[in-house]
């Protein structure tokens, strides 16, 4: 099982920035990937960055330049720093992360989500 606890939305003006932080616990291997996907109202859910095991990174077209995905191994956490906010970013941020079990196989799990408000 993995647990994920997420902090770090809120309402902030266009242009300012927010940091989100997802912490993971429970037992569990190693984390394989990380990512922090979000959701607009009336719209289905997509990935804004993702990291591998690596430290290979990937961006949602929309996102890159603005923000940022970094992770501490040590806490198991990952960190979404999002610069330049715009209104289109408004939306609930989840986290998400994919975990080698203990034994075979692997968990995916999803944070409770956090809401991000952006103010024209």
């Known amino acids: 099982q993995v647990q994920l606890v997420e902090s770090g939305g809120g309402l902030v003006q266009a242009g300012g920035s927010l940091r989100l932080s997802c912490a993971a616990s429970?037992?569990?291997?190693?984390?394989?990937?990380m990512a922090w996907y979000r959701q607009a109202p009336g719209k289905q859910r997509e990935m804004v960055a993702g990291?591998?095991?690596?430290?290979?990174?990937n961006y949602a077209d929309s996102v890159k330049g603005r923000f940022t995905i970094s992770r501490d191994s040590s806490k198991n956490t990952v960190y979404l720093q999002m610069n330049s906010l715009k209104p289109e970013d408004t939306g609930v941020y989840y986290c998400?992360?994919?975990?080698?079990?203990?034994?075979?196989?692997?968990?995916?799990?999803w944070g409770q989500g956090t809401q991000v408000t952006v103010s024209s």
């Open positions: 998400n992360v994919v975990a080698a079990k203990l034994g075979l196989g692997v968990i995916n799990a």
């Open positions: 990291m591998l095991s690596s430290n290979t990174t």
């Open positions: 429970g037992s569990f291997f190693r984390i394989n990937a």
